[in-house]
Nanobody, 123 residues
Framework: QVQLVESGGGLVQAGGSLKLSCAAS????????MGWFRQAPGKEREFVAAISGTTGGTYYADAVKGRFTISRVNAGNTVYLQMSSLKPEDTAVYYC????????????????WGQGTQVTVSS
């Protein structure tokens, strides 16, 4: 399994932007579907976005579609989440996750997780 380390979280005003990064260890990064999930206080962890390692296909939750962009650089073992037009309801701990195989949106299907990075959007 890959080891994942997120970075790039912080405090931003509503309407602003942040870019999260997730660095992965291991030589088989290209075979991993990578995803971003988030968890707000008192709420369950929810799917945000995912990207296939083989096709590069991207998938988004309705709540972030059109505002967030997931991307990856396989040569650099890195996945990104560009977040724009941020809203207070985007405030959460954001987790990078990885799994071998096809894209799913279920957190239980992902075996590798980062430690999380806090994103706070002020109104």
């Amino acid at each position: 399994q890959v080891q994942l380390v997120e970075s790039g979280g912080g405090l931003v005003q509503a309407g602003g932007s942040l870019k999260l990064s997730c660095a992965a260890s291991g030589r088989t990064f290209v075979t991993y579907t990578m995803g971003w999930f988030r968890q707000a206080p008192g709420k369950e962890r929810e799917f945000v976005a995912a990207i296939s390692g083989t096709t590069g296909g991207t998938y988004y939750a309705d709540a972030v579609k059109g505002r967030f962009t997931i991307s990856r650089v396989n040569a650099g073992n890195t996945v990104y989440l560009q977040m724009s037009s941020l809203k207070p309801e985007d405030t959460a701990v954001y987790y990078c996750a990885g799994r071998l195989g096809y894209v799913t949106f279920k957190s239980a299907d992902f075996a590798s997780w980062g430690q999380g990075t806090q994103v706070t959007v002020s109104s």
